[in-house]
């Protein structure tokens, strides 16, 4: 890339991030759309090489290596790597200059504190929405029936820290409940929370669906009603950081185009 | 020389000298006594100091079993030996998930606890002593058993002449001349418990109060309230130095047994 079109993409991402910042919550847009002008076409021959660093949140660790596999035997000489864990710590890692070429945040206000840097290369774009579910071992020991249950002290359940997005989700399904949760455990990520209850140390936790899903025989969900008015999104962008601006850009352009399926196979919601 | 030496010595250095300089000293009274920091604080004193006596109380009888292990087969005397250290080179997490494995409710010796008893261990203020018992057990019963070795034995061996037991020969005589061995592990193993943060979090969870420790509200605190984890940073470094320079050169000797 040239010096001038280097400082083009800089000037960009500023009027970009001035953008967000001004319209901060509905900064993301669903812009590309297949074959819109921005898609890079993987059968030019001259694509995009080399290797980037994706940051993404844990709840998109299933998903995300699979479009990453298809994104890289369609662009031979690539190679995706990831870096999964809560949102809010890694939007923390890059807002410290952490080296990472594309950010998946697990909510918009999470991705707002990297936009808010203008650390980005161009607009977050939302890839999928997903919603709460209890999620209980198979044999469900502590008779877990619904969201009133964390409110009982005699049992175990644990939820994510609220400082993370499904921390903070978990805090409005409570509140839409009207349940006053008494968690045995504030996890950093939604992982955490699985684990307790797939190890059989928690009766329940509150997850995302996609979660349950992923987690197969070893969990049992519970759907939760309030969970429908306590949606989180998923924003992607390339990061400004990028020393491979262009791969980070192809790589967003493709899970934005080409992840609804595999998306939807997870459990995630459409964009809207 | 000289270059390496002083680009070793800034790694070292760099990172404190950086927190310190950048930490919010004005504000850093009201951090500490905040609804963050001051529950962490108060229960990592109290855990640290409640894994410390577990440590001595089950590592000096461990360390007196290893010092007086010359006559064991070799092997057997490396093994002990070994498994006394992994803690040490173990990364923490996978302390966390071995702990998990031994005590959780459907762990090894947690299922029979909880089917028995109804007693479950993670999640609570106990989960978080046995996780800094586990990190700081090693430091101590090392500390002790080097010490215990460089006891005159002359002396056991007088006391036991004049009718005293072996018990109060150990006791009285022998844990005596050990002391400073046994304050250098003790005050090891509470620097370690006090920093004690992988196999917490993995094991005994994170609720203000209960678990969640200084560590664990540093590592959480950070992507919000960074004024608050650095607030906890510099406690902690400060306990370190304290530590370090109460025992001045002890630690070491102690650990070269």
Same mark, same amino acid.
């Given at each position: 890339?040239?010096?001038?079109?280097?400082?083009?993409?800089?000037?960009?991402?500023?009027?970009?991030?001035?953008?967000?910042?001004?319209?901060?919550?509905?900064?993301?847009?669903?812009?590309?759309?297949?074959?819109?002008?921005?898609?890079?076409?993987?059968?030019?021959?001259?694509?995009?090489?080399?290797?980037?660093?994706?940051?993404?949140?844990?709840?998109?660790?299933?998903?995300?290596?699979?479009?990453?596999?298809?994104?890289?035997?369609?662009?031979?000489?690539?190679?995706?790597?990831?870096?999964?864990?809560?949102?809010?710590?890694?939007?923390?890692?890059?807002?410290?200059?952490?080296?990472?070429?594309?950010?998946?945040?697990?909510?918009?206000?999470?991705?707002?504190?990297?936009?808010?840097?203008?650390?980005?290369?161009?607009?977050?774009?939302?890839?999928?929405?997903?919603?709460?579910?209890?999620?209980?071992?198979?044999?469900?020991?502590?008779?877990?029936?619904?969201?009133?249950?964390?409110?009982?002290?005699?049992?175990?359940?644990?939820?994510?820290?609220?400082?993370?997005?499904?921390?903070?989700?978990?805090?409005?399904?409570?509140?839409?409940?009207?349940?006053?949760?008494?968690?045995?455990?504030?996890?950093?990520?939604?992982?955490?929370?699985?684990?307790?209850?797939?190890?059989?140390?928690?009766?329940?936790?509150?997850?995302?669906?996609?979660?349950?899903?992923?987690?197969?025989?070893?969990?049992?969900?519970?759907?939760?009603?309030?969970?429908?008015?306590?949606?989180?999104?998923?924003?992607?962008?390339?990061?400004?950081?990028?020393?491979?601006?262009?791969?980070?850009?192809?790589?967003?352009?493709?899970?934005?185009?080409?992840?609804?399926?595999?998306?939807?196979?997870?459990?995630?919601?459409?964009?809207? | 020389?000289? &270059? +390496?030496?002083?680009?070793? %010595?800034? @790694? $070292? /250095? #760099? !990172?404190? =000298?950086?927190?310190?300089?950048? &930490? +919010?000293?004005?504000?850093? %009274?009201? @951090? $500490? /006594? #905040? !609804?963050? =920091?001051?529950?962490?604080?108060?229960?990592?004193?109290?855990?640290?100091?409640?894994?410390?006596?577990?440590?001595? =109380?089950?590592?000096?009888?461990?360390?007196?079993?290893?010092?007086?292990?010359?006559?064991?087969?070799?092997?057997?005397?490396?093994?002990?030996?070994?498994?006394?250290?992994?803690?040490?080179?173990?990364?923490?997490?996978?302390?966390?998930?071995?702990?998990?494995?031994?005590?959780?409710?459907?762990?090894?010796?947690?299922?029979?606890?909880?089917?028995?008893?109804?007693?479950?261990?993670?999640?609570?203020?106990?989960?978080?002593?046995?996780?800094?018992?586990?990190?700081?057990?090693?430091?101590?019963?090392?500390?002790?058993?080097?010490?215990?070795?460089?006891?005159?034995?002359?002396?056991?061996?007088?006391?036991?002449?004049?009718?005293?037991?072996?018990?109060?020969?150990?006791?009285?005589?022998?844990?005596?001349?050990?002391?400073?061995?046994?304050?250098?592990?003790?005050?090891?193993?509470?620097?370690?418990?006090?920093?004690?943060?992988?196999?917490?979090?993995?094991?005994?969870?994170?609720?203000?109060?209960?678990?969640?420790?200084?560590?664990?509200?540093?590592?959480?605190?950070?992507?919000?309230?960074?004024?608050?984890?650095?607030?906890?940073?510099?406690?902690?470094?400060?306990?370190?130095?304290?530590?370090?320079?109460?025992?001045?050169?002890?630690?070491?000797?102690?650990?070269?047994?």
């Amino acid at each position: 890339m040239s010096r001038a079109a280097a400082r083009r993409s800089l000037e960009c991402a500023a009027v970009l991030g001035l953008l967000a910042v001004a319209v901060t919550g509905c900064a993301e847009q669903r812009s590309a759309t297949p074959g819109s002008p921005a898609s890079s076409s993987p059968s030019t021959g001259r694509g995009p090489a080399g290797t980037i660093t994706v940051d993404a949140a844990a709840s998109l660790n299933t998903v995300l290596p699979k479009l990453a596999r298809g994104f890289e035997s369609a662009h031979p000489g690539t190679t995706v790597r990831f870096s999964f864990g809560g949102s809010s710590a890694l939007a923390a890692q890059i807002v410290a200059g952490a080296p990472v070429d594309v950010f998946a945040a697990a909510s918009t206000a999470t991705m707002a504190t990297v936009t808010d840097a203008r650390l980005t290369s161009a607009a977050p774009v939302t890839i999928a929405r997903n919603r709460l579910e209890i999620a209980v071992p198979p044999a469900n020991p502590g008779r877990i029936t619904g969201l009133a249950d964390f409110a009982d002290a005699a049992r175990t359940v644990v939820v994510c820290d609220p400082q993370v997005p499904c921390g903070s989700a978990a805090r409005r399904v409570f509140e839409l409940a009207e349940v006053a949760a008494k968690p045995d455990s504030y996890e950093p990520d939604v992982t955490g929370v699985l684990t307790k209850v797939e190890t059989g140390d928690a009766d329940a936790g509150l997850v995302y669906r996609t979660d349950v899903l992923a987690a197969g025989s070893k969990v049992k969900g519970i759907p939760v009603p309030q969970a429908a008015d306590a949606v989180t999104a998923y924003p992607i962008a390339p990061l400004s950081a990028s020393r491979n601006a262009a791969l980070a850009r192809a790589f967003t352009d493709y899970v934005v185009q080409r992840g609804a399926a595999d998306l939807a196979a997870a459990g995630f919601l459409p964009p809207r | 020389m000289i &270059a +390496p030496a002083v680009v070793a %010595g800034v @790694l $070292l /250095a #760099g !990172p404190l =000298v950086a927190l310190l300089v950048r &930490a +919010p000293w004005d504000r850093l %009274g009201e @951090l $500490l /006594a #905040g !609804p963050v =920091v001051l529950p962490a604080l108060g229960l990592s004193f109290g855990t640290a100091s409640a894994s410390t006596v577990v440590c001595v =109380v089950l590592g000096v009888p461990l360390a007196a079993v290893l010092a007086g292990s010359d006559g064991w087969p070799r092997l057997l005397t490396r093994v002990a030996r070994a498994v006394v250290a992994t803690p040490l080179v173990l990364p923490p997490v996978v302390g966390g998930i071995a702990l998990l494995m031994l005590l959780s409710r459907t762990g090894l010796l947690g299922q029979p606890l909880f089917t028995a008893f109804g007693v479950t261990i993670p999640f609570t203020t106990a989960a978080v002593v046995i996780a800094q018992a586990f990190a700081g057990l090693p430091f101590l019963v090392l500390s002790v058993e080097g010490a215990l070795r460089g006891v005159d034995p002359r002396f056991a061996v007088a006391a036991a002449t004049l009718g005293a037991s072996p018990w109060a020969t150990f006791m009285h005589v022998t844990l005596p001349l050990a002391a400073p061995g046994l304050a250098a592990g003790a005050v090891l193993s509470f620097a370690r418990a006090l920093g004690e943060f992988g196999a917490t979090i993995t094991f005994a969870g994170s609720l203000p109060g209960v678990t969640e420790t200084m560590p664990v509200a540093a590592y959480i605190a950070l992507t919000s309230d960074p004024g608050a984890a650095i607030a906890i940073a510099v406690v902690l470094v400060v306990v370190a130095l304290v530590v370090l320079l109460a025992l001045r050169e002890r630690w070491l000797t102690g650990l070269r047994a």
